[in-house]
């Protein structure tokens, strides 16, 4: 029997069933369970990620479980995972990516262009905040948390004009959309890993990792090795508005966007660097490095503790 440890929202829950599935496929004698769990980031929905500990604190309760032997893997999305695991653990596979592109979403098709000036754009995410003020001066970013459900409730009702989401999210949850603007590099450039679910396993435990290993896809993995390459170099967390998009052609070239902005979008540094996808982890820290000494430094040191 393999266990794997998941949130109980809708959107870890698919993620979740797919990786079972996929074990299924692979191993149709073995049974497979989900274990689903609460966390802290799912139950306190009144104060901000960073007030009540970083984006750990979604996967605090699933690492637990592992670590407790309750359960043998943990099926996380790759955007929210820290780019070091506790001692005891390690990340095993990238299953095959997703769509990376963050939505513009609104109830009447209106681009950002259109909006007019004091229009509320919902989001959280100090990386999408920066990169839109940074285009949109004139637009009001408010900060929204919850489900995905519930965040796209707040622009249908009205109480924001618009949401920006992460597209793989909308499209696993089959949301139904009729305006949407799908916004990529060089303009936007979406959060590294996303779109990427990650599984994680106690470092110990060769049976599970051996049974993951042909469910990991190589294009991805190279992907973000260059994208987490970034965030391990400018020592990044949650509260960095850090973006970065690796993207291999059929040479197997491997092109890197990165931008680091201030906060108010006033600031911004950003490389595009390319080569072959074997030097993935170097091209990473490459533009991490480079972005650090033209400004790089002097942004994170101003950001709030
Ligand atoms: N930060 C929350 C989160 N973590 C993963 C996804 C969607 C799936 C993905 O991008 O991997 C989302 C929602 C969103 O950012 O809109």
């Known amino acids: 029997m393999i266990r794997l440890a998941t949130r109980k929202s809708p959107l870890a829950l698919w993620q979740t069933e797919y990786v079972a599935d996929e074990l299924r496929r692979h191993y149709p004698e073995t049974s497979i369970e989900l274990l689903p769990l609460s966390t802290r980031g799912d139950e306190v929905l009144d104060r901000s990620l960073s007030e009540i ?39 095993s596979v990238v299953m095959p990516r997703g769509d990376w592109a963050d939505w513009w979403l609104t109830a009447d098709g209106r681009t950002p262009d259109e909006l007019p000036s004091g229009a509320r754009v919902g989001t959280s ?12 001066p004139d637009l009001d970013v408010v900060p929204i948390r919850g489900s995905v459900q519930t965040r796209m409730g707040l622009m249908t009702s009205g109480q924001v004009d618009a949401v920006i989401l992460a597209a793989a999210g909308l499209q696993r949850l089959a949301f139904p959309l009729e305006h949407r603007l799908a916004l990529g590099p060089p ?90 996808r074997q030097d993935a982890e170097a091209l990473g820290l490459e533009a991490g490095e480079s972005i650090l000494e033209h400004g790089g430094r002097e942004i994170i040191a101003a950001l709030p503790a």
Do not use: W
Not at 125 to 136: A, F, K, M, T, W
């Open 53 to 91: 500990g970083g984006k750990g604190v979604f996967l605090k309760e699933l690492e637990r479980a592992l670590l407790e032997n309750e359960a043998d893997i943990a099926v996380h999305s790759l955007k929210d995972v820290p780019a070091e695991s506790p001692p005891g653990l390690k990340l």
């Open 125 to 136: 995410s100090l990386r999408r905040q920066s990169q839109l003020i940074r285009q949109y």
């Open 187 to 276: 303009a936007f450039i979406p959060s590294p890993g996303q779109g990427v679910i990650v599984t994680q396993c106690r470092a110990d435990d060769e049976h599970t990792q051996q049974l993951l290993a042909p469910l990991g896809c190589p294009d991805t993995a190279d992907q973000v090795a260059a994208e987490r390459a970034v965030v391990a170099t400018l020592g990044g967390d949650c509260r960095m508005p850090l973006a970065a998009l690796a993207q291999i052609d059929g040479k197997g070239r491997l092109t890197l966007h990165a931008r680091l902005c201030s906060p108010d979008g006033r600031l911004a540094v950003e490389r595009v660097v390319e080569g072959d």
